[in-house]
């Protein structure tokens, strides 16, 4: 285990089109075990923001508690971050993005997190349509206290010590397809392939876009016999289309058979090329996209790829009719009555 | 009939009404009367936690001299209330009056010997007057404001006044209201004398003076102060102050060009995602407030002691109730004071404003967002039900229009690049406060994690002793820097010679200053100070350290701010002795002096 990372790198390190090289959104080492499916996906979202080529202090990072919400630490070093408390990073998220509309939002979470002592939280902000990136870091138990079965365990798994879950998992998935989720999609930490598109698909869209990503914990849930393990997942995991994201700066069109590609317009934009493996499936359409999940459930696999988008989706600030300037930046000017207006406000008090 | 001895400008009367009447509005309107007749006057709205049909009073106290506080005793009831009317006729003092509706004779056991019966047909003359039943209900509240205003003699021009007034938006609604009023007056003109030995005169005691509740001021004072985001769980009684937000944020802040909102209002899904999304907002750089009551504040613990730790400016008012628990959710207490100061687990402290008039609420809820931001830390202002929904008579609300949002210390980019090295919670000035940034400043500097978990000043996660000790030791400085930010004490009667002070705080303030008028009436000469604030200053020590013992006025059972003293100040608790009221009704000068006055004369 390294202790400390070296600030050097290497002088022709690529930059993006901002000036930016990938050592402008890394962050402290990690202090997770060895093999943590959590590290990769800190990877995937460094390698995605600077891709992206977003501004790195135009992003905020929050967190709740648990291993998972750790990893705001362990990327983008040029973003404020906020650890907050349990369960309750989406309150301090839709806090933090109603006073300012206009950076980007990314909230990472676990499944005890989420799924547990943060559901309220979790099913509210969904249908508050926060326009932010929820990734729930999805390893099925609870590691920083030595891997206790999680809500999203699914039944009959077996934990490192040979116990039974007895309990039926909750799927996130489903659970923020039926709440109206604008934005959902599942992938593992081992498919950095499939992650990295995604995680720029999630933040290209405006609104609530969920991300459950399976990522294994190494040493309390990676046994024989358990459903959250590197080997079941890469042995279970199916996909309905392989995924290539395409900023509208570039934007390029690829030759797809029909039938088998779907492009996808986002919000900013880009676009997203679907490589569909099966005809049934509408991702825009949330019925059908619900109908697949639960036809993989049924059969014992999981799903990944992208599940549903809604491209109309707008997001809480439309809704309430915020004002376009960030709420943080209104001044004396913008906020304060005139002093006529408190004389008015005395005079119908008398 | 019995003797009334003439009473003018100082008596109470009591409406015992059914809840969900309409009877509230003609109730205040009757207030108002007085009030615009230049007498001072109070209102306390006695009410029930049910939406139709329980009992619930209103009752107005008329005080030439000006005391604003709940009087024991009931001088005149109007009862409208068949549930509460043996408990009703029992509340008149003796030689007081007592007002019903005589569409129905009053049985026998309700009979005293010792007050006045005034009777009124108001069921028949509405059913004479009315056909729809909806319209029999409301106007009966009309014929007894007609009725009571000819006994008491208010002047009906006046009364038609605020009528008119009242109804400004509805002004149909204007003349049937009018009409109503003069069958109450006509049917006491033909059947009785008039007016009553206890009555009106008009005055010119109230000045500029405005009658308003403590949240609703409370809400404009966090317009005037820039506030931005309101997120909040609805929950008596402190609804109505995020009401009176929206309600004058709906009219003063909208962009006139594009009709948009230049502030967002929330209801949060519970109290704890309440003032999670305000410490988001706070921490991203906006001004951000939630408002909830006791049950509340044990939900919003572990993030208020969040905000303390990873210091982040936060409001939040407080309007009391009486616990523990669901408790009486809508009677008024001072019992959650200890549960603010030290709220959440671990070390904490908060600093608590403990308004006592609208006119304050206004002041202080527009400097709790300057406080906030500059100390870095919550700031939790203190009302109680008695404040927030009663009406007061108050200074009207003054503003300055060339003040400027203390924002505090936070490093715009320019700064940050003229400075060394960032560190966010690096003691520069020595006063405990330290420079934030807020997210989106600067490209590269300036950037950190928030967190709950202890870190060093560079807001690297850290289990080491000393930078935790360090951390928690710059946290206390900041506690003494806040002495230096809170309100002081106010003072009164300075110049006792017996040793003896009284302390209170909040809505205590006019039952205790009556009560200190009353013990001046026997030549029992106290000096007294009533407490603005949490951290406590080093007056309030000093005022404790000056007098053999101090009287300390509270509305709750356990004598908690007592124990805040005792604590805080480290005092002989000997010196200290308990005054204390916690029935759920504000406590009044009676109640104070029933405690005091064999104590000063046993000496304790």
Redesign the interface.
């Known amino acids: 285990m390294s202790y400390i990372k070296p600030p050097f790198r290497h002088p022709d390190l690529p930059i993006n089109e901002l000036g930016y090289s990938k050592k402008d959104y890394e962050g402290a080492i990690s202090t997770l075990c060895a093999g943590c499916g959590h590290d990769s996906i800190s990877g995937a979202i460094v390698q995605a923001c600077y891709e992206m080529s977003v501004e790195p202090h135009r992003i905020a990072k929050l967190s709740g508690i648990g291993c998972s919400s750790k990893t705001p630490a362990y990327f983008l070093n040029n973003s404020h971050g906020f650890n907050s408390v349990h369960g309750r990073m989406p309150s301090v998220s839709t806090g933090a993005n109603l006073a300012n509309r206009d950076l980007l939002y990314i909230g990472v979470s676990g499944d005890g997190d989420s799924a547990s002592i943060g559901m309220g939280q979790f099913v509210h902000v969904i249908r508050r349509n926060l326009n932010m990136t929820y990734i729930v870091m999805n390893n099925g138990c609870y590691g920083l206290t030595k891997g206790q079965d999680s809500a999203t365990a699914d039944e009959g798994s077996l934990s490192k010590g040979g116990s039974t879950n007895l309990f039926q998992g909750i799927d996130l998935a489903s659970l923020a397809m039926e709440l109206g989720a604008s934005f959902v999609a599942r992938s593992f930490s081992g498919d950095k392939d499939q992650l990295i598109p995604l995680l720029k698909a999630a933040m290209s869209h405006k609104g609530f876009a969920f991300l459950d990503i399976i990522s294994p914990c190494v040493t309390f849930n990676n046994n024989l016999g358990s459903t959250k393990s590197y080997d079941y997942v890469r042995d279970h995991m199916e996909t309905l289309a392989t995924v290539d994201f395409v900023p509208y700066q570039n934007e390029i069109t690829l030759e797809y058979k029909e039938g088998q590609s779907k492009s996808v317009k986002l919000h900013d934009g880009s676009m997203l090329n679907l490589h569909k493996l099966n005809a049934e499936w509408d991702p825009t359409n949330r019925k059908s996209a619900l109908e697949q999940i639960n036809e993989f459930k049924d059969k014992g696999e999981i799903l990944t790829g992208l599940i549903y988008i809604d491209q109309q989706s707008t997001d809480l600030h439309s809704l309430i009719k915020t004002s376009n300037q960030p709420l943080n930046s209104l001044t004396e000017k913008d906020l304060m009555p005139s002093l006529a207006d408190l004389e008015l406000i005395n005079d119908d008090h008398r | 009939m019995s003797e009334t001895a003439i009473k003018i400008n100082d008596f109470v009367i009591r409406f015992a009404n059914v809840n969900g009447t309409g009877s509230a509005s003609a109730n205040t309107m009757f207030a108002l009367s007085i009030?615009?007749m230049g007498v001072p006057m109070t209102a306390k709205n006695v009410f029930p936690s049910n939406i139709q049909g329980l009992p619930t009073w209103y009752e107005v106290r008329v005080s030439e001299k000006g005391y604003l506080g709940r009087r024991d005793g009931v001088d005149i009831v109007a009862c409208l209330n068949p549930q509460s009317l043996a408990k009703d006729v029992a509340s008149v003092l003796p030689g007081g009056y007592f007002v019903y509706d005589s569409t129905k004779n009053l049985h026998k056991e309700f009979i005293r010997e010792d007050i006045n019966y005034i009777g009124i047909p108001m069921m028949e003359i509405c059913m004479r007057e009315y056909t729809d039943p909806r319209m029999r209900q409301l106007f009966k509240n009309m014929i007894y404001v007609g009725a009571l205003a000819t006994l008491l003699n208010i002047d009906l021009e006046v009364l038609k006044n605020v009528i008119s007034d009242e109804f400004k938006k509805k002004p149909k609604l204007i003349e049937p209201n009018i009409f109503a009023i003069n069958l109450g007056v006509s049917y006491i003109k033909a059947n009785y004398d008039y007016p009553l030995n206890i009555r009106l005169e008009k005055r010119n005691l109230v000045g500029?003076?405005?009658?308003?509740n403590g949240n609703t001021a409370c809400g404009?004072g966090a317009?005037?102060a820039?506030a931005?985001?309101a997120?909040w769980y609805p929950i008596t009684p402190s609804t109505s102050l995020v009401d009176a937000f929206d309600k004058?944020a709906s009219k003063?802040?909208i962009?006139p060009e594009?009709?948009?909102?230049?502030?967002?209002?929330?209801q949060?899904?519970?109290e704890?995602?309440?003032?999670?999304?305000?410490?988001?907002?706070?921490?991203?750089?906006?001004r951000?407030f939630t408002s909830t009551s006791g049950p509340g504040i044990s939900l919003m613990s572990?993030?208020l002691g969040?905000a303390y730790f990873a210091e982040i400016s936060t409001v939040l008012f407080n309007v009391q109730r009486t616990g523990p628990s669901t408790g009486m959710p809508t009677r008024t207490q001072q019992s959650d004071i200890l549960s603010c100061a030290y709220a959440s687990h671990g070390d904490t402290k908060h600093v608590l404003l403990f308004p006592s008039s609208p006119k304050e609420c206004f002041d202080m809820s527009a400097n709790a967002f300057d406080m906030a931001e500059r100390l870095q830390t919550p700031i939790i202002v203190m009302l109680d039900l008695d404040l927030g929904m009663n009406d007061h008579l108050s200074e009207?609300?003054?503003?300055n229009?060339n003040?400027?949002?203390d924002r505090g210390k936070v490093l715009n980019a320019e700064e940050l690049d003229a400075c060394a090295q960032f560190g966010r919670y690096l003691d520069v000035d020595n006063d405990g406060i330290s420079y934030r940034?807020?997210?989106?400043?600067?490209?590269?500097k300036g950037?950190?994690?928030?967190?709950?978990?202890s870190r060093d000043e560079y807001a690297?996660?850290t289990e080491q002793g000393d930078e935790y000790v360090k951390n928690m030791e710059k946290l206390t400085r900041k506690w003494e820097t806040a002495k230096k930010h809170v309100p002081d004490a106010e003072f009164y009667q300075e110049k006792s010679q017996n040793k003896i002070g009284m302390l209170f705080f909040g809505t205590t303030l006019y039952p205790a200053l009556e009560a200190l008028d009353m013990l001046k009436e026997q030549g029992i000469f106290i000096d007294a100070m009533r407490i603005k604030s949490f951290p406590f200053t080093n007056a309030i020590d000093n005022f404790i350290a000056e007098h053999e013992y101090v009287f300390v006025v509270e509305q709750n059972r356990d004598a908690q701010f007592r124990s805040l003293l005792v604590n805080e100040l480290e005092v002989n608790p000997k010196k200290l002795v308990k005054i204390l009221n916690y029935d759920g009704m504000p406590v009044t000068a009676d109640c104070i002096l029933k405690q005091v006055l064999p104590k000063i004369k046993n000496h304790i």
């Open positions: 009030f615009r500029n003076k405005i009658v308003i404009i317009i005037y820039g931005t985001v997120a004058y003063l802040r962009d594009t009709g948009l909102k230049k502030y967002a209002i929330v949060a899904e519970d704890l995602s309440a003032i999670g999304m305000v410490i988001g907002a706070n921490w991203n750089g906006a951000a572990e993030f969040l009207p609300f003054e503003w229009e003040r400027l949002y940034t807020i997210a989106g400043t600067h490209p590269t950037a950190f994690v928030t967190r709950g978990t690297k996660y």
